[in-house]
């Protein structure tokens, strides 16, 4: 049985993340969606709302799991019995990241294989980040994350226009 983890920060989900993980499942027999529950810069959800956000948008999919983890995303792999990291690739700044990324974690553990699909045309400028900043600043961010986080954002920053 092939397994793989889509590990991130997810902070929050938008569209692009669920892009991915929805065409990961179709290629794996499991997809773990990995939430990274020590990031090292401060986290605008908890781990608690940021699995429940992923949960609630890929509910529809039987063989998806969310699961938080601490650590190296190899070592998490390992522990769940992956022996595939999925990753999405945007246009330009994505590939030097994820390219540094991949040769450490093939250094930690070269038997797990990382994949990376590249993200829809329409996800690529969509960054949790900048979802943040737009919705902080008031703006919409409709279409670009699901309608959970769309509240979600407006319960963490009072001014998100709806």
């Given amino acids: 049985m092939a397994i793989a983890i889509y590990p991130g920060k ?58 938080s983890f601490t650590g190296l995303a190899p ?10 990291i999925v990753r999405g690739l945007r246009a330009g700044y994505d590939f030097e990241t994820e390219f540094e990324m991949t040769h450490m974690w093939r250094h930690i553990d070269p038997e797990i294989e990382v994949v990376y699909m590249m993200s829809a045309l329409q996800n690529q400028f969509v960054y949790a980040s900048r979802v943040k900043e737009v919705a902080q600043l008031g703006g919409r961010v409709e279409g670009l994350v699901p309608n959970q986080v769309v509240e979600g954002l407006g319960e963490k920053y009072i001014n998100v226009s709806s």
């Fill in 10 to 67: 997810f902070d929050p989900v938008h569209n692009g993340h669920l892009d991915i993980a929805r065409r990961a499942a179709k290629l794996f027999d499991e997809l773990i969606v990995a939430i990274y529950d020590s990031p090292p810069k401060q986290a605008l959800f908890t781990t608690e709302e940021r699995i429940e956000l992923v949960k609630t948008s890929l509910d529809s999919l039987p063989n998806v799991k969310v699961s």
């Fill in 75 to 84: 070592g998490f792999a390992r522990s769940v019995g992956a022996l595939f």
